[in-house]
């Protein structure tokens, strides 16, 4: 099992860029999310998803849109990069069966080092 | 609304030394409580989790951490620390309401070990 993977692992954007991030899981879970992480804040919750086909808005989603076409795959993209977007951005996933505690129980993948210049 | 508390933000400890990393939340029934792990560069590592029953919990690397409903605090632990605990450690509590199965973290606590 790879678990939750992350492409690409580091980028560099120039201001008014676009691109997306891509998250891939294996372990079958339903629920994915999209975190990004910096000094002093945290993570905050930018979009998370329910199942294929559905997102929703997190914490701080303005500036990001997401689509799950695939249960195991969630895309993260930029239409207009902001030097604001510079940060860390985590990819989550986590199971829906067994205990209800077991949904909030989220994996976590290795992270993408955003910088907009 | 909910939220999670660590109160140290930087903390030094001596290598064989013991360990309390403090975390708080506010929550009104019982809440399902997590503690992460993060090295420098990588992602998050879930250590331990709390959902009911004991309140002492045992998770990875020997770490321990005991939920007190009284104090609405769920402290980690470690009875001596190795150079290699050396990072960032999130508390964690689940968001209650709705079907997801969002998480609500603290700013974290960064760990520095002496020699």
């Known amino acids: 099992n790879a678990g939750v993977t992350q492409t690409p692992k580091f980028r560099v954007l120039k201001t008014g860029q676009s691109m997306t991030l891509l998250c891939a899981q294996d372990?079958?879970?339903?629920?994915m999310y999209w975190y990004r992480q910096d000094p002093g804040m945290g993570l905050r919750l930018i979009h998370y998803?329910?199942?294929?086909?559905?997102?929703a808005k997190g914490e701080v989603p303005d500036g990001y849109n997401v689509s799950r076409l695939k249960k195991q795959n969630f895309l993260l993209g930029l239409e207009s990069a902001a030097p604001s977007q510079t940060s860390v951005y985590f990819c989550?996933?986590?199971?829906?069966?067994?205990?209800?505690?077991?949904?909030?129980?989220?994996?976590f993948g290795p992270g993408t080092r955003l910088t907009v210049t | 609304a909910q939220s999670v508390t660590q109160p140290d933000i930087h903390i030094t400890v001596s290598e064989g030394a013991s360990l309390e990393l403090r975390c708080n939340y506010s929550?009104?029934?019982?809440?399902?409580l997590f503690w992460y792990v993060q090295s420098p560069g990588q992602g998050l590592q879930l250590l331990l989790k709390?959902?009911?029953?004991?309140?002492l919990v045992q998770g990875i690397k020997g770490f321990e951490a005991e939920f007190k409903r009284s104090q609405s605090s769920f402290n980690l632990r470690k009875p001596s620390v190795h150079w290699s605990d050396a990072a960032e450690y999130f508390c964690?509590?689940?968001?209650?309401?709705?079907?997801?199965?969002?998480?609500?973290f603290g700013k974290g606590t960064k760990l520095s070990v002496k020699p």
């Open positions: 989550a996933s986590s199971l829906t069966t067994g205990t209800s505690g077991r949904k909030y129980e989220q994996y």
């Open positions: 372990m079958n879970h339903e629920y």
């Open positions: 998803s329910v199942g294929e086909g559905t997102t």
């Open positions: 929550y009104g029934a019982t809440p399902y």
């Open positions: 709390y959902f009911s029953g004991d309140t």
């Open positions: 964690a509590v689940g968001a209650f309401g709705g079907s997801q199965g969002n998480l609500i």
